[in-house]
């Protein structure tokens, strides 16, 4: 996983460095974080309980204009849903939650744009890679999770998205966002068991960053 997310990162800022403005002098690195709140959601989706995760990640801001810049971001997401609350019927043999817990590296590239001073919008793709899936029995404890062998998954390991989000950036380099993700294309491998399945990711996030 460490080798996918440096050599991501290093292909997505050496390709926007190289195509900066030159006359472009502000660009700043930075670091982020924050809540996820993440679901799944689609036609052949019932009702399905949230999972709360977290993102954690770099980006590099390249200003375009005044008010215009460029944000290419390499993040680690946890995202999934809950497949059920507190197991009544017992079914999984247990009373705490069950998460399906899928996490990516992704990579947003973000167009962002200031409104008035500090106060920003923002809209671009993201492209995700799957570097994990499990199923937690005991979320937020050690014991509880069975990893999903990549031969058995019927999860696609690639995952496309738009991102819309707002924020505020304070002189300091302090900023508070945020973003709401939904999936572009189905999660599911096409003619799994299930058959084929209408089912995209949907993640709120919340978080601070700080610009170098």
């Keep these: 996983m460490k080798n996918l997310f440096f050599a991501t990162l290093v292909t997505v800022f050496g390709f926007t460095a190289a195509n900066a403005q030159s006359d472009d002098t502000t660009t700043q690195f930075g670091v982020k974080g924050g809540v996820n709140i993440a679901n799944i959601t689609g036609d052949d989706i019932g009702d399905l309980d949230a999972r709360t995760s977290f993102n954690l990640g770099l980006f590099m801001e390249i200003p375009m204009s005044e008010r215009f810049s460029f944000q290419p971001e390499v993040l680690y997401s946890g995202q999934g849903f809950t497949l059920v609350t507190r197991d009544q019927d017992n079914v999984f043999d ?12 992704q990579v947003p590239l973000m167009a962002k744009v200031y409104l008035v001073k500090g106060l920003f919008a923002e809209a671009g793709p993201q492209f995700g890679f799957k570097v994990s899936e499990e199923v937690d029995f005991k979320p937020g404890a050690e014991g509880g999770d069975t990893v999903i062998d990549s031969d058995d998954s019927q999860i696609k390991n690639f995952d496309t998205s738009v991102a819309l989000g707002a924020g505020y950036k304070f002189d300091n380099g302090l900023s508070l966002s945020a973003r709401f993700t939904h ?8 003619n799994t068991i299930m058959g084929d399945v209408d089912a995209k990711n949907a993640v709120w996030q919340f978080g601070v960053g700080f610009s170098f």
């Design 94 to 105: 247990t009373d705490e939650n069950v998460e399906y817990q899928l996490n990516y590296i």
């Design 183 to 190: 999936g572009l294309t189905n999660i599911y491998k096409d």
